[in-house]
């Protein structure tokens, strides 16, 4: 069974490897078109493949100011005895009804098999499938397995959900999927932007009356100063003439920008609309 929960069936080898993390005789599996050339798994024998002295690239000022409170994702490991399983199911609120059901045999889709307790689904397919009642203590390393992992590559709800239910199953199983998916933090950073539908055209009326309709806009902060002490720019733009009328402005407050606005009408008159 490969890390994706494909199942296939390989030969396997005794072969003599030499690298810096094991040497010596093993058992390997051999497999068409592999990921590297040598994968060594749990084998007695192996070293810890962590350096003793990890480099990093120098980084400019502007990738640590945009890398700042971000750590990498650690998929966490879960290693514990089916009797650590059975205590966390024991100690889990949420699998009162289940376990009771499973003892007194009133419900057959929940089961005690030594000592730990599972779910046995059947699809429409007639095909039995039995599921891990996992305690709250684990959800979240399983999820952050399913969605985040080596393997996972962050998908979406559904296929992360399929690769939970497989093995797994909790009350509430699929409310917490979504919430998990939709506040990954790198989803939300690299998910696409465009679904959002863009606004349809329309026609716009033809303005042939001159000061009929203006356009006012402020223009952004200009560094340095005049030497008057202005930094923002006040223009008027008429739509049937586009005569542009620009005004100076040391600050942009209310007060200013309508004084300048009653500065410029009175030389033409008050246009009807304004944008």
Request: net charge positive; proline share 8%; hydrophobic share 35%.
């Amino acid at each position: 069974m490969l890390i994706d929960g494909t199942v296939c069936r390989t030969p396997v080898a005794q072969v003599f490897i030499d690298t810096p993390y094991f040497t010596g005789t093993t058992t390997a599996v051999c497999m068409k078109n592999p990921l590297y050339d040598v994968i060594i798994g749990n084998i007695p024998g192996a070293t810890d493949p962590t350096p003793s002295h990890p480099k990093s690239a120098v980084q400019t000022r502007s990738q640590v100011k945009a890398t700042k409170g971000q750590g990498p994702l650690i998929t966490p490991l879960i290693n514990l005895r089916s009797e650590d399983v059975t205590r966390l199911q024991e100690e889990d609120s949420t699998f009162q009804r289940a376990m009771t059901a499973a003892k007194d045999k009133s419900d057959p889709q929940f089961q005690v098999h030594k000592g730990v307790l599972y779910r046995v689904k059947i699809n429409k397919q007639g095909q039995t499938t039995k599921q891990l009642a996992l305690p709250d203590g684990l959800r979240q390393r399983v999820m952050t397995l399913a969605h985040a992992g080596v393997m996972s590559g962050h998908q979406g709800v559904h296929r992360t959900l399929e690769r939970v239910i497989k093995s797994f199953w909790w009350p509430g199983m699929s409310n917490d999927v979504n919430l998990f998916c939709h506040s990954c933090d790198i989803c939300r950073r690299t998910v696409s932007k465009g679904r959002i539908p863009k606004v349809p055209l329309r026609k716009m009326p033809i303005i042939d009356t001159p000061v009929k309709r203006v356009a006012v806009d402020l223009a952004r902060e200009i560094f340095p100063a005049s030497s008057r002490g202005h930094r923002y720019i006040l223009t008027v733009v008429y739509y049937a003439t586009r005569y542009p009328e620009p005004v100076p402005l040391k600050n942009i407050s209310t007060i200013t920008v309508a004084e300048a606005l009653v500065s410029i009408f009175p030389s033409w008159h008050t246009p009807r609309d304004s944008f």
